[in-house]
Structures are given as structure tokens and as C-alpha cells.
């Protein structure tokens, strides 16, 4: 797999697409939990419409009922809208998939106006940097360190796939691909900062990793 200062504008460009795809999920699952809630427990598929989607913006409060309760609970419990976690999640799906070709459309529109929400010129300028500065930016390990380490047999390369590459981190996982939201990070960071932690969290305990990289190529 090609590093992202390797790849050609085309190459580039399809990345950028797949992001773009991406933060179409994010948003639209909390877009359409957040009219659930609000609806009081049912779907109007009239809020299928580039307009609405639009002038959707995901709030931290959205963020933190869906991921911090609406995931952890049982099946019975009851949201603020009194629906059970169970009705939501079958009522959901079942809207996904009678809808599934307006869904398909406003994802579409979504992508071909992704530029709104982060340009493909700044896309470029967090991914294109020079070999000296591709770095995590949790761990600080550099492109030619990890392949030392590889090497040396000092590191485990999971995957063919993953590994010597660095990879784009949402700081904000739930948040849209976005200029503040987004760094290069290594596979290992990425994996271990999981939903779970904060970037300034994560920074923390990069440091530690940093340390241990460091101690493994010595
Ligand atoms: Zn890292």
C-alpha cells in the first residue's frame, strides 16, 4: 500500500472520495437518531432532502446520547422518546431499507458537495507532507522508523495492508472528515485510541508509546 505523499492525484482523489463516504455515515446516522428522538418515535421519510441535511449540524449532546447511551443499554430500556432501544433499532433499519434509494441519493449529493465541508485542497494539505514530517501525530513515529522496526523484527505488522502506511485519524470519530478533525496517525495509535478516547487523551499515552518505540530501535 502506497504512502499518501506516493500516490497521484487521482489516487488522491479516491481517498478523498472514501472519506467523503464515511462522513456521510456519521452524519446521517445521527441525523436521522436525532429526528427519531425528536419525532417522537417515528420517521417522516420527508427529511430524506439535501436541504435538511444540510442545515443538520452534529452536536456534541447527539454524540454523547448515541454513543454513550443509546449503544451501552439493554434491549428494553427506554429512550427519552419512549421507544425501546430495540424498537429504534428495528424501526431504523427497516426505514434504511425502504428508503434505500433516497438514501443513496443524498449520500451521492452529500459527496459531490463534500468540498463544504472540507476541500479537497485541505485534505492534500493534511496527507501530502514531505517524508521528513510524515508522522503520527499521537506517537511521532516516523514512515522510516516503523519500517526499521519491521526489519528488525521489532514490530508486528498485522496486516499486509496496514502498517507502513500512516492512516487518518478522526479526532472526533463521530464528527464529519474535516480539517480540525483530522490527523495522520499510525495503525497502531489508530487501534488503540478505539471511540474510546479523546485526541488530547490519546496524545498522553502516545507519549508512552513514543518512548517504547524508541526504546525498541535502539
Ligand atoms: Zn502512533
Redesign the pocket.
Same mark, same amino acid.
Given at each position: 500500500m502506497k504512502n499518501f505523499y506516493e500516490m497521484t492525484e487521482t489516487e488522491l482523489l479516491s481517498k478523498y472520495k472514501l472519506k467523503a463516504a464515511d462522513s456521510f455515515k456519521s452524519k446521517f446516522d445521527l441525523f436521522i437518531f436525532d429526528h427519531w428522538l425528536e419525532n417522537k418515535g417515528s420517521i417522516d421519510s420527508t427529511i430524506i432532502n439535501s436541504l435538511y441535511f444540510d442545515k443538520y449540524m452534529i452536536r456534541e449532546e447527539s454524540i454523547n446520547y448515541y454513543t454513550s447511551y443509546y449503544w451501552q443499554i439493554c434491549e428494553d430500556e427506554i429512550l427519552t422518546n419512549n421507544k425501546t432501544m430495540k424498537e429504534t433499532r428495528d424501526a431504523l433499519d427497516d426505514f434504511k431499507k425502504t428508503n434505500k434509494e433516497k438514501i443513496l441519493e443524498l449520500k451521492q449529493y452529500y459527496i459531490q458537495n463534500f468540498f463544504k465541508v472540507f476541500t479537497f485542497e485541505e485534505f492534500k494539505n493534511l496527507v501530502y507532507v514531505p517524508k521528513e514530517n510524515y508522522? &503520527?501525530?499521537? @506517537? /511521532?513515529?516516523s514512515i522510516e522508523i516503523i519500517n526499521n522496526l519491521i526489519d528488525k523484527g521489532k514490530i508486528f505488522k498485522k496486516q499486509d495492508t496496514r502498517g507502513f502506511t500512516l492512516e487518518i485519524d478522526r479526532i472526533r470519530p463521530n464528527e464529519e472528515y474535516k480539517k480540525d478533525n483530522c490527523v495522520l496517525? &499510525?495503525?497502531? @495509535? /489508530?487501534n488503540?485510541k478505539t471511540d474510546e478516547f479523546s485526541g488530547s487523551e490519546f496524545k498522553r499515552i502516545?507519549k508512552i508509546?513514543?518512548e517504547v518505540?524508541k526504546s525498541r530501535n535502539n
Amino acid at each position: 500500500m502506497k504512502n499518501f505523499y506516493e500516490m497521484t492525484e487521482t489516487e488522491l482523489l479516491s481517498k478523498y472520495k472514501l472519506k467523503a463516504a464515511d462522513s456521510f455515515k456519521s452524519k446521517f446516522d445521527l441525523f436521522i437518531f436525532d429526528h427519531w428522538l425528536e419525532n417522537k418515535g417515528s420517521i417522516d421519510s420527508t427529511i430524506i432532502n439535501s436541504l435538511y441535511f444540510d442545515k443538520y449540524m452534529i452536536r456534541e449532546e447527539s454524540i454523547n446520547y448515541y454513543t454513550s447511551y443509546y449503544w451501552q443499554i439493554c434491549e428494553d430500556e427506554i429512550l427519552t422518546n419512549n421507544k425501546t432501544m430495540k424498537e429504534t433499532r428495528d424501526a431504523l433499519d427497516d426505514f434504511k431499507k425502504t428508503n434505500k434509494e433516497k438514501i443513496l441519493e443524498l449520500k451521492q449529493y452529500y459527496i459531490q458537495n463534500f468540498f463544504k465541508v472540507f476541500t479537497f485542497e485541505e485534505f492534500k494539505n493534511l496527507v501530502y507532507v514531505p517524508k521528513e514530517n510524515y508522522k &503520527c501525530f499521537y @506517537c /511521532n513515529i516516523s514512515i522510516e522508523i516503523i519500517n526499521n522496526l519491521i526489519d528488525k523484527g521489532k514490530i508486528f505488522k498485522k496486516q499486509d495492508t496496514r502498517g507502513f502506511t500512516l492512516e487518518i485519524d478522526r479526532i472526533r470519530p463521530n464528527e464529519e472528515y474535516k480539517k480540525d478533525n483530522c490527523v495522520l496517525c &499510525c495503525y497502531w @495509535c /489508530n487501534n488503540a485510541k478505539t471511540d474510546e478516547f479523546s485526541g488530547s487523551e490519546f496524545k498522553r499515552i502516545g507519549k508512552i508509546i513514543e518512548e517504547v518505540w524508541k526504546s525498541r530501535n535502539n
